[in-house]
């Protein structure tokens, strides 16, 4: 664990300011920040201080940071709405005995919701960015990952043998695809290009880790708590056939016992925090411009005050990005994948000093670094599972990040 804080300034000033247009143009390209659905959200950038966590430990290490730093700060709130005042952005890892978590204060946020828009200052005033929209690479060459397509449906075989021989219902596989870009790519075009496609997900960027989730893991507003649990995926098609992909969707077994542990797992961990909890027996689709997925929306009422980093700490993993039960799925996962997934599939948002805040898991994602670029995807797999249908299921997952990165 490596803790690296400095003090921020006492004054914390948020002021409401006029619309800015898309909040993704404001950003500078170093140290980008960001947290943004159908064009409301929060960016961020600048860093005033920063907390690099791991061990089992880590969401009650960055909680008491955070509050440590909340303590220390002197408020001017003009706005009132949650994600005004103070702000820390976070990307967890996937799992914490491997690899680190990481939370940032940023020096400057843009926000807007619900038709205002507000800037929060960390110690003085500063002017917006003017708006940016830059190109993206000129060239872009593909190498795989850890596995190549044949050794990771090797993988989701071997998973399958284990499932049927009764070891565990569902584990998780993911799979990285490498990419170098000329030049290094501007993270702030990846994460237009992602918007602009997704506008039903939410796009983040924490660290070098972006991308378009479509998976809320938790969002808190006062007492209200809210998740969407997406697991059972299908290629969308054109027309006819999109609408008999979706209705193959809806009917499939294996989908479907894929859904169930997923909401099972959600459900589960936040009842004993709420004193009213809705999850859906039968799932919608929903419906993104590659892909459509099984989802329910899972939503409650805290019966105490219980911050979202709390719930975001009882919540992860679930069987939506790990497995069932999630102990054996989380061991089997590296031996499987030989690599370590770091941030990817790990909770990714934002917490407000009230305790409120949105958290997705990060998903339809890449970790940026310069020229090099490590993309993400990863299929639920059940007894039922194939193997070239799971890569199949990946290659369209991994459409969203490589049509970003190629302008598409």
């Keep these: 664990m490596s803790l690296a804080v400095s003090s921020p300034p006492t004054a914390v000033r948020s002021v409401p300011v ?7 143009t404001r950003l500078p390209r170093e140290r980008a920040l960001a947290w943004v659905r159908g064009g409301d959200g929060l960016v961020g950038w600048g860093e005033l201080a920063r907390v690099e966590v791991g061990g089992a430990d880590a969401f009650s290490v960055a909680a008491s940071w955070w509050d440590e730093q909340c303590s220390s700060m002197v408020v001017d709130d003009a706005v009132g709405l949650a994600g005004s005042g103070p702000v820390c952005f976070g990307s967890a890892a996937f799992d914490r005995r491997t690899a680190g978590s990481v939370f940032v204060i940023p020096r400057v946020v843009l926000g807007r919701r619900g038709g205002r828009s507000w800037l929060t200052t960390f110690g003085s005033d500063r002017d917006l960015p003017a708006p940016a929209r830059p190109a993206g690479p000129d060239a872009v060459a593909y190498a795989d990952g850890a596995l190549s397509q044949a050794e990771w449906c090797a993988a989701v075989a071997a998973a399958v043998e284990r499932i049927r021989a009764g070891e565990l219902d569902k584990v998780v596989l993911a ?4 990419a170098r870009t000329e030049p290094a790519v501007d993270p702030r075009f990846l994460l237009q290009r992602l918007a602009g496609r997704y506008p039903e997900c939410w796009t983040f960027a924490v660290d070098g880790l972006l991308g378009s989730t479509p998976e809320l893991l938790v969002s808190r507003r006062g007492r209200q708590v809210t998740s969407r649990v997406l697991a059972g995926t299908v290629r969308r098609g054109r027309d006819a056939e999109d609408e008999r992909l979706v209705a193959e969707l809806l009917a499939s077994h294996k989908d479907q016992e894929e859904h169930r542990y997923a909401v099972r797992s959600v459900a589960d961990a936040l009842t004993p925090y709420c004193r009213e909890l809705d999850a859906p027996d039968t799932p919608e689709v929903l419906r993104l411009a590659t892909v459509a997925h099984l989802a329910t ?7 105490t005050d219980t911050a979202v980093l709390s719930l975001v700490e009882a919540l992860h993993p679930t069987a939506a990005v790990c497995g069932t039960p999630t102990g054996i799925a989380l061991d089997l996962i590296p031996d499987l994948e030989r690599m370590d997934r770091g941030r990817y599939a790990g909770p990714v948002g934002w917490m407000d000093s009230a305790g409120d805040g949105d958290w997705g898991i990060a998903l339809r ?6 020229e090099r670029v490590r993309l993400f995807a990863g299929c639920g797999i059940v007894a039922g599972s194939d193997p070239e249908d799971e890569l199949a299921e990946s290659h369209a997952k991994l459409v969203t990040i490589r049509d970003a990165l190629e302008g598409l």
């Design 297 to 303: 929306v899972v939503s409650g009422r805290l019966g």
């Design 365 to 370: 994602c890449a970790a940026v670094d310069g």
């Design 18 to 24: 006029a619309d800015p247009g898309e909040l993704l």
């Design 175 to 178: 799979r990285d695809l490498l």
